[in-house]
Every structure is written in C-alpha cells, then in structure tokens.
C-alpha cells in the first residue's frame, strides 16, 4: 500500500524538474510496410513491441529486435496475443521485468468488460493467456482500460480508464490515469491514495493517456489534448509528471513537446536515456524517438 508524505523531498523533484529531450528522430523498423503505433521498447532495451493502425478492425500486435536504438529489424506478429479473426483489436503492448506482458483487448466485449490481458513472454510468444481482473476496471459497458504501464518490478499498474460514447464524443469522452498494485498473477486493485496520488495528473479539462511510469517510479510520462477539441486539428502533448520518492503525489506534469500530428503513447528505455512514441507522417503512423538531454 502507497502512502502519502507531504513536504518530505521537495529537492529531490527540484532535481529532476529540469528533464528535457532532444530533438525528434525518425525510427527504422526493416521489413515493415505497415502503420506502428503504440510502440514498447522491452525492459532489456532488445525487442519493439507495437501494433498497426488502431481501427479496432484489423488492430495486431507485432515486434521487432534492435540493430541500435534507431533501428530495428521487423519480425512479425506476436504469436498467442492476436484475435484469429475481424474485427479484433489488441494493442498497447507492456512488459514488467519477469517477463509478465500485459495488452488491451476488447474480445468478447462487452459480455466480458475486464478488457485488461497478461500472458508469459518468451522468445516471440505468449502463452497462459488471462484476463486481469481487480477493482481498477470500472466494469460499466462504455469503458474500457484504453492504456496502462507497468511497473519494472511488476507490482504497480499505471492504468487509464477511458469512457466511450460514439453519439456524444469523437475518441474518449472522459479519461481517469490511476494506480493500482498487484494481489496475484491475475488481479490488480487500487491503491487508497490513488486519486490523491493523481490528482494533478488527471486534470479535468484534457483527455490525459497513455501512461508511461519510469523505472525508479519518480517520472510518469502521457500523452494529453485539451477535451472537446476533436474532430479539429488538436494539439497532443507529452508530458511528465514528478515526485521526489514513490511514497509521494506527482506534481503538476510540465509539456515536454507538442505536435498536432498526433505524437503519443511515451515509452521510456529502462535508463531513462531514450523515449520512444508514435507519431503521425503524411497518412501513416511512424515510431519516432528521443534522447535525454
């Protein structure tokens, strides 16, 4: 269980509070012909995790091994995570240090509304498929756990529920970023704190998403725009979130870059050196990256 301390390390976010990335780079993923989104770069910095183009029809997951940080080689789907048949969508690949691998997928939804998945990865495949049970899923038809990021050690899940309502909203009406730490393989649930821990987070006039938790827990990184400003030209920004030690809120977040080309979905190296995200180029969604200045 997190608890919250006031006041305690205010320097040690004062050290940090000066984070910045350097200019965006194109990534090569060889062999690829299609859309990559979402990207996950694995815990031992090896494979690229993502999906293709985010319709919900045709949405896979796939991965690539890295030649250097810039460039990767295309392997395929990842065996055991994908739908066999349309319309399917599994997307947002996430994997802890142990090797427990977490995505969203929306099969047999909404007669199944825990949309949360985990599996064992190894050497390209995933196997034990489970649902992720606990109370962070909200269990109301309408929303889903559209992102999440997990914890190096696997204990804590950084979770996004968002509600959907294709007759009143373009994309997610509302969105709740929110903590939860693990009871077993299968089953997360809150933490008491987690809307104090989030408070300056979730700030209500934007669709905040796509949490990104650094390895020591002291940086959250997502993406946001302002609420209501689909279907014009949004402005997406990265963000990070601060606090001095994991018993601590995270302060207000500070904009790291914006695009209205869609730049989302932050994926942090295990050192913090080098970011990973998407991006939309012309009409196709590419992975760009960043280094840490």
């Not at 796509?210 to 689909?230: H, M, N, V, W």
């Amino acid at each position: 269980m997190l608890f919250l301390l006031l006041g305690c390390t205010k320097e040690a976010v004062k050290s940090k509070s000066s984070i910045s990335f350097g200019p965006e780079l194109p990534v090569t993923i060889s062999g690829l012909t299609t859309a990559a989104m979402e990207p996950f770069i694995s815990p031992d910095g090896n494979t690229l995790f993502f999906n293709n183009l985010n319709d919900g029809i045709n949405t896979q997951l796939f991965y690539a091994t890295r030649v250097d940080e810039q460039h990767f080689v295309f392997v395929g789907a990842l065996s055991g995570a994908n739908q066999p048949a349309s319309p399917r969508l599994d997307a947002v690949a996430d994997l802890d240090g142990q090797g427990n691998f977490y995505w969203t997928s929306t099969r047999d939804y909404p007669a199944e509304l825990d949309n949360l998945f985990r599996g064992d990865f190894s050497a390209g495949v995933l196997s034990n498929l489970e649902r992720v049970h606990g109370n962070f899923n909200k269990n109301t038809p309408g929303w889903l756990v559209m992102d999440h990021g997990i914890s190096a050690d696997g204990q804590f899940l950084y979770f996004n529920n968002a509600r959907f309502d294709d007759a009143h909203c373009i994309g997610p009406c509302e969105t709740e970023i929110g903590l939860a730490q693990k009871v077993n393989a299968t089953t997360f649930n809150r933490v008491a704190n987690s809307e104090v821990l989030l408070a300056q987070v979730n700030q209500t006039q934007y669709i905040n998403y796509a949490p990104c938790i650094s390895a020591d827990q002291r940086e959250l990184y997502f993406t946001r725009y302002l609420k209501g400003s689909l279907p014009s030209v949004p402005l997406f920004e990265v963000c990070v979130a601060l606090r001095g030690s994991t018993q601590e809120a995270f302060a207000a977040p500070k904009v790291l870059f914006s695009d209205a080309q869609f730049i989302e979905a932050p994926s942090l190296t295990a050192d913090g050196q080098v970011m990973y995200y998407h991006k939309k180029v012309g009409d196709v969604y590419r992975i760009m990256m960043r280094k840490r200045q």
